[in-house]
T-cell receptor, first 116, second 114 residues
């Protein structure tokens, strides 16, 4: 089946630094990628939708300058958390839409970000 | 706007017994899809089962079945013969026919007791 590879799986960074998270579609082309954020024992909240060749669409309340999303190619989407602070510590997970409506989204395995 | 409601923050079930995880939804769309995902402590999202709004039969996938009651807008997940490995967070989600976004419920943490 279709695979989305997400890296890194875990990252610890110091406050004020930037962290880049990559999502690659390994065996299919993804013109769209969804980025979710999840706090412990809570639901997945959609942050933004990246679109290959155009600007990302951010959900209400998500800071565009804090969470930079780039969809550089049909197989790569990146999320950069800029000037990270401890409150940005969270689980970030990407997903790509399937080819068919009744098929499940393809999820990456997620990135656990800890900002110290 | 679409909304998914999962009213059970946590559930316990004895190993080998069946358990039902509740999910109700709200949408003005006539065509939509309902999904259940399992998320173990590792964080990966594991797809379990899908039900289309026009599907007349309740979906089944191995030990998972979906009790779909369209008039009541409910899509409960039934896990039969629970196993210790079923302990995880379970999410109900919806997608409109004309979109790719998934809207998730709050989730239910299931713990299987031996």
């Amino acid at each position: 089946g279709a695979v989305v590879s997400q890296h890194p799986s875990r990252v610890i960074c110091k406050s004020g630094t930037s962290v880049k998270i990559e999502c690659r579609s390994l065996d299919f082309q993804a013109t769209t990628m969804f980025w979710y954020r999840q706090f412990p024992k809570q639901s997945l909240m959609l942050m933004a939708t990246s679109n290959e060749g155009s600007k990302a669409t951010y959900e209400q309340g998500v800071e565009k300058d804090k969470f930079l999303i780039n969809h550089a190619s049909l197989t790569l989407s990146t999320l950069t958390v800029t000037s990270a602070h401890p409150e940005d510590s969270s689980f970030y997970i990407c997903s790509a839409p399937p080819g068919r409506y009744n098929s499940p989204l393809h999820f990456g395995n997620g990135t656990r970000l800890t900002v110290t | 706007a679409q909304k998914i409601t999962q009213t059970q923050p946590g559930m316990f079930v004895q190993e080998k017994e069946a358990v039902t995880l509740d999910c109700t939804y709200d949408t003005s769309d006539q065509s939509y899809g309902l999904f259940w995902y399992k998320q173990p402590s590792s964080g990966e999202m594991i797809f379990l089962i899908y039900q289309g709004s026009y599907d007349e039969q309740n979906a089944t996938e191995g030990r998972y079945s979906l009790n779909f009651q369209k008039a009541r807008k409910s899509a409960n997940l039934v896990i039969s013969a629970s196993q210790l490995g079923d302990s995880a967070m379970y999410f109900c989600a919806m997608r409109a026919w004309n979109g790719n976004k998934l809207v998730f419920g709050a989730g239910t943490i299931l713990r299987v007791k031996s």
